[in-house]
Every structure is written in C-alpha cells, then in structure tokens.
C-alpha cells in the first residue's frame, strides 16, 4: 500500500504553472501592460484553459495581472506612486526586523544567514539572477524569523511577487551586485556584533538604494 502514498512535497500543475508564469513576468518575460491570451499561454506551458484561468486569478490578487474590461489579462503596470510605498513599507518592517534581529542574534542564525549571502554573491558573479532572487527572499525569511518578527513576515510575503519583479529590476543594473553584497554584508556584520542600531541603518540604507534605482528604472 506504500505504493499508493501521496507525496506531500510534490507540486500540483496548477502549482508548477503559477510559479513558471510568475517567474515569467518577475523576470521580464511578459512585459508590463502586455496582453496575456488564454490560447496563447495554454500552448506556450502546455496545460489546459482552466489551469490558466485559475493562475491568472491568482496573480491578480498578488498584483501581477491586472484584468481590463474588453481586454482581459495584462501584465500589470508598475505604477512609481504604488513602488514608491512599497519600498516605504518594506524600510519600515525591515529596519524593525534587522534591530531585532540583531539584539537576538545567536551564532548559529549568523552562520544560517551567511550561508544564504554565500549563495547570493556566487549566483551575483555568475549572473544567475532568479538564484538571487530565489535566495535573496530566503535570507529575508531568516532575518525575520530571527527577530520573531512573524506577523511582520507574513505582510512581506503579501508583497513578495510585486518585491521579486522589483528587485529583478534592480539587481539587472550594471555594477549592482558588488554594491548590493556590500550593503547586505554591512546589515549581516552588524547582526552578527548584535548592534541594533547598525542594523537598523544599514537595512535603510539598502532600501533607500534600491528604491532609488527601481524608480529611475521606471523612470
């Protein structure tokens, strides 16, 4: 009867389309405002218009489709006045989170979220960006939970899609790796001393950068 047991790790296809058409559209596949024809996407992922449907529907709610009337699915606009309050809300979590973190830091949270920064500077030099991005959200997880900051997380998360197509902006511009893994190292050093203070600042500091080099990209 083992035979007939339900592996719970194994994605659903509805599961595997949402995260292939997600990473489409957070990496620049599928441009914003473009149209996102049913037909067309059942051929492209080879799955059925019901698969589709649902996956759009999902989308929406993370604010990567938007459907117009007479139109139907786009690619949602990245709008600077929403991106501007996105990085307004993540500077104001994320600075809490780095202070907490900090004050609770322990060595084996340091290790766990070196490791994670050892995977993000490897996929920067090797241009692997949805590994940076994959990795980036992991060290962010870490720190949050780190800081017990778990309601916290969970706002994050809400925000995670429109924060990844963001943050593949970003990490594209030329030089940024290096800056980035200096700002980053910078908020882990400071963990690591458990110096509240420094974290919090150097959690600013990055956002403000890369609010910075999102808007001028939209720009």
């Known amino acids: 009867m083992s035979d007939l047991r339900i592996d719970r790790n194994a994605k659903t296809l509805r599961e595997l389309t949402l995260d292939k058409l997600r990473g489409a559209i957070v990496q620049g596949y599928f441009r914003p405002g473009a149209r996102l024809v049913e037909r067309t996407l059942c051929d492209e992922l080879g799955v059925s218009r019901t698969v589709v449907r649902e996956v759009l529907r999902h989308l929406e709610t ?10 139907g699915p786009i690619v949602a606009r990245l709008d600077p006045e929403q991106v501007g309050e ?58 949050f939970e780190g ?12 925000l995670n899609a429109r924060i990844n197509r963001l943050r593949a902006l970003t990490i594209a511009t030329p030089g940024r790796g290096g800056e980035s893994n200096r700002e980053m190292n910078t908020l882990l050093d400071a963990i690591e001393r458990r110096d509240g203070d420094a ?7 990055h956002i403000k950068r890369t609010a910075e080099l999102a808007l001028s990209a939209l720009a």
């Open 199 to 205: 974290a919090s600042a150097a959690s600013a500091a």
């Open 62 to 71: 993370e604010g990567l489709v938007e459907i117009l009337a007479r139109q």
């Open 147 to 158: 800081a017990q900051k778990r309601v916290s997380l969970a706002v994050v998360k809400t």
């Open 86 to 143: 996105i990085y307004e809300l993540r500077g104001l979590l994320e600075a809490n989170a780095a202070r907490a973190c900090a004050e609770q830091s322990t060595p084996e949270l340091v290790r766990q979220l070196r490791e994670i920064r050892a995977v993000i500077e490897d996929a920067f030099e090797k241009q692997d960006l949805p590994r940076v991005l994959e990795y980036t959200e992991r060290f962010y997880e870490a720190m």
